[in-house]
């Protein structure tokens, strides 16, 4: 019995450790309560029940000359609830209260030619740090938490030994380990916690056997489990959180019954719920806990109330 304990004692210490399973900053513990999803027409962040589904208005649109939204991105919801959107073609990451609706200017607005934005596609926030993928630099930028206005980054992973091949979203574990999708490189990278400069990845999950396709993510579930929406393959991947190389996902939802039309944003919550903007439909779609294969959404938000034209990725809280 004693034997039994210490190898259950080493096993836990060991499992620990690990950096994939390190906490998840934006993963909720429950059921998420709101999606905020980034409209492309007329550029607008609108957010909607995450129980919802059907044909309904949404609870809140932040839109309007005084928002500084131009092309808004992947958003992200931080800690306290206040909502993050990169700005494409503003060159720009702003936030505003999660509760803010209508023509409300941005709170914090990291902008100008020091910051080197040239077309952000993610942001992502931690108590220390602001993180952004830059889709036209290929680089990571990385700010303190308190940046505001035209501040240049503290770090920036940037150059050709990075690997970096139009990054588009971005994710960061508890430890400072960064997590990144490669729309045209076909590719999950991992960067170690203060890389900076022309550094390689400390993981590539790629090749043939991935079949990644213009990746969009990756969302790190309770679990540090990895999950992308495929655009080109209209599928939804999982990779366990020690994927590493030419390996496998876990599980694929693709297939007609799904509707999966150019996915371009996903998100899982504490229970499982699989959240998808689906931009070749205008829809968001939400699959069940443990969904896989050719299954149908349980929820789908979409048609003339929601104001959904076109869709450019979301977020959960």
Same mark, same amino acid.
């Given at each position: 019995?004693?034997?039994?304990?210490?190898? +259950?004692?080493?096993?836990?210490?060991?499992?620990?450790?690990?950096?994939?399973?390190?906490?998840?900053?934006?993963a909720p513990t429950l059921r998420a309560s709101t999606i905020?999803l980034s409209v492309m027409t007329p550029g607008e962040v609108?957010?909607?029940?995450?129980?919802?589904?059907?044909?309904?208005?949404?609870?809140?649109?932040?839109?309007?000359?005084?928002?500084?939204?131009?092309?808004?991105?992947?958003?992200?919801?931080?800690?306290?609830?206040?909502?993050?959107?990169?700005?494409?073609?503003?060159?720009?990451?702003?936030?505003?209260?999660?509760?803010?609706?209508?023509?409300?200017?941005?709170?914090?607005?990291?902008?100008?030619?020091?910051?080197?934005?040239?077309?952000?596609?993610?942001?992502?926030?931690?108590?220390?740090?602001?993180?952004?993928?830059? =889709?036209?630099?290929?680089?990571?930028?990385?700010?303190?938490?308190?940046?505001n206005g035209n501040v240049a980054p503290s770090r920036q992973?940037?150059?050709?030994?990075?690997?970096?091949?139009?990054?588009?979203?971005?994710?960061?574990?508890?430890?400072?380990?960064? =997590?990144?999708?490669?729309?045209?490189?076909?590719?999950?990278?991992?960067?170690?916690?203060?890389?900076?400069?022309?550094?390689?990845?400390?993981?590539?999950?790629?090749?043939?056997?991935?079949?990644?396709?213009?990746?969009?993510?990756?969302?790190?579930?309770?679990?540090?489990?990895?999950?992308?929406?495929?655009?080109?393959?209209? +599928?939804?991947?999982?990779?366990?959180?020690?994927?590493?190389?030419?390996?496998?996902?876990?599980?694929?939802?693709?297939?007609?019954?799904?509707?999966?039309?150019?996915?371009?944003?996903?998100?899982?919550?504490?229970?499982?719920?699989?959240?998808?903007?689906?931009?070749?439909?205008?829809?968001?779609?939400?699959?069940?806990?443990?969904?896989?294969?050719?299954?149908?959404?349980?929820?789908?938000?979409?048609?003339?109330?929601?104001?959904?034209?076109?869709? =450019?990725?979301?977020?959960?809280?």
């Amino acid at each position: 019995m004693k034997r039994f304990l210490l190898v +259950s004692l080493i096993a836990a210490v060991a499992l620990t450790a690990c950096h994939s399973i390190n906490a998840v900053p934006n993963a909720p513990t429950l059921r998420a309560s709101t999606i905020a999803l980034s409209v492309m027409t007329p550029g607008e962040v609108s957010t909607f029940p995450a129980t919802g589904t059907g044909n309904i208005a949404p609870s809140t649109t932040i839109v309007g000359g005084s928002t500084d939204m131009d092309e808004p991105l992947i958003p992200f919801f931080d800690a306290s609830g206040n909502l993050w959107v990169p700005q494409y073609s503003g060159h720009a990451i702003t936030e505003y209260p999660g509760t803010a609706t209508g023509n409300i200017a941005p709170s914090v607005n990291i902008t100008g030619g020091s910051t080197t934005f040239s077309g952000l596609t993610a942001v992502y926030v931690t108590s220390s740090n602001i993180y952004a993928a830059d =889709y036209t630099l290929n680089a990571i930028d990385v700010f303190p938490s308190s940046a505001n206005g035209n501040v240049a980054p503290s770090r920036q992973i940037i150059g050709g030994s990075t690997g970096l091949s139009e990054p588009w979203g971005l994710s960061v574990d508890s430890g400072g380990t960064i =997590y990144v999708a490669n729309f045209t490189g076909a590719s999950i990278e991992e960067f170690a916690p203060g890389a900076n400069g022309n550094v390689a990845p400390s993981v590539t999950i790629s090749g043939v056997a991935t079949t990644l396709a213009d990746p969009i993510g990756p969302w790190r579930d309770a679990h540090g489990h990895l999950w992308v929406a495929n655009y080109t393959g209209a +599928s939804i991947l999982e990779f366990a959180a020690s994927a590493s190389g030419n390996v496998a996902p876990m599980n694929t939802i693709s297939g007609g019954s799904t509707g999966l039309s150019d996915p371009d944003g996903i998100a899982v919550d504490g229970k499982g719920y699989i959240y998808v903007s689906n931009s070749g439909s205008s829809a968001i779609e939400v699959f069940a806990p443990g969904a896989t294969g050719n299954v149908a959404p349980v929820q789908t938000i979409s048609g003339g109330s929601t104001g959904i034209i076109g869709t =450019y990725g979301l977020a959960i809280r």
